[in-house]
């Protein structure tokens, strides 16, 4: 049976300011959902241009990109998912057993919404788990997105850090009602800013949901195994014949920097920035990654950017 808690599930005081701030923007946006296969997505939508969808990492949300939403609306018509099972999306059971049927959890649905939307050939920006979910998208190629633009990608190399398999399978989401939202806070402490505060507050929230996600959960978790090598699409990026951004922080603490430099050797129009940043760079600091993202998804006519540059 769906889990149609998220369809009925109302946003908490964090998320409910954000939505209000974007809603009263310039441009404004707006909440939709709409059925995609066994799922109900919602997407959130603002603004006119080429279109550019945002797909957001494990346990998050559309409202999760936030601080660059107002920013990409000024000139394109962007769409923020929220992944099955995840953010206000609904989601069937998993009942799969590996990569490959973790993969289809996520993919399927989105990439049918796209298409049922008219939007095969859509930018797609995709953060971590989202990344995955937009390569795997244009390896299919029943879409066929325009630009890809990688932000600390999972499934692109065999690597992903000891420290953040125990964390994730711990998950995240029972770690925080067993600890409650102060101890939780002091073992993921926020960057110690007003924007740093604010995505941990959201980020909590998304994570205190009466059943723990248990479906999108144990998805994510066939992605990767306890120990030992992960599976990734290394082998096919050469396949990807999408101008690619592949933006990466030096200081990630999932996947480390050099699987995004490889990646992007890879991937045969691709253009790689290595960032002082952690894991989440266009949260971390979006001031520095919108221009980048903005430079990327709507390039002056004149001057295309180059591929592989900053290697």
Do not use: C, Q
């Not at 809603?23 to 296969?37: D, I, M």
């Not at 390896?139 to 600390?152: D, N, Q, S, T, V």
């Not at 760079?281 to 591929?307: K, N, Q, R």
Request: charged share 20%; net charge positive.
């Amino acid at each position: 049976m769906t889990n149609v808690h998220a369809v009925v599930s109302r946003p908490g005081p964090t998320e409910s300011a954000i939505l209000a701030e974007l809603a009263a923007g310039a441009p404004p946006f707006t909440v939709h959902r709409r059925a995609a296969l066994t799922s109900t997505l919602r997407y959130l939508e603002g603004g006119s241009g080429p279109p550019v969808v945002l797909l957001h990492g494990r346990g998050n949300a559309a409202t999760t990109w936030f601080p660059l939403l107002p920013g990409l609306a000024r000139r394109h018509r962007v769409l923020a998912l929220d992944l099955p099972g995840f953010g206000h999306a609904s989601s069937p059971p998993f009942e799969g057993k590996g990569f490959e049927d973790g993969l289809r959890f996520f993919v399927e649905p989105v990439e049918a919404l796209l298409l049922e939307m008219d939007l095969g050939d859509a930018a797609l920006v995709g953060h971590s788990l989202g990344a995955l979910v937009a390569l795997e998208i244009a390896l299919r190629k029943r879409a066929r997105p325009r630009k890809l633009a990688l932000i600390g990608a999972m499934g692109v190399g065999p690597v992903m850090t000891a420290s953040s398999r125990a964390y994730f399978r711990a998950p995240p989401e029972r770690l925080l009602r067993l600890l409650g939202a102060a101890l939780f806070r002091r073992l993921r402490p926020p960057r110690p800013t007003p924007l740093g505060e604010r995505v941990a507050a959201l980020h909590r929230e998304l994570g205190a949901v009466p059943d723990g996600r248990v479906a999108p959960v144990a998805a994510f978790n066939a992605l990767f195994p306890a120990f030992g090598p992960v599976p990734h699409r290394l082998p096919r990026l050469g396949e990807i014949d999408a101008d690619t951004l592949v933006l990466w922080g030096d200081r990630d603490d999932v996947f480390p920097a050099p699987l995004g430099i490889a990646a992007a050797a890879a991937i045969p129009r691709a253009t790689l920035r290595v960032v002082p940043l952690g894991h989440a760079p266009h949260l971390e600091d979006p001031d520095s990654v919108l221009p980048e993202l903005t430079a990327f998804l709507s390039p002056p006519t004149d001057a295309l950017l180059s591929p592989l540059t900053d290697r």
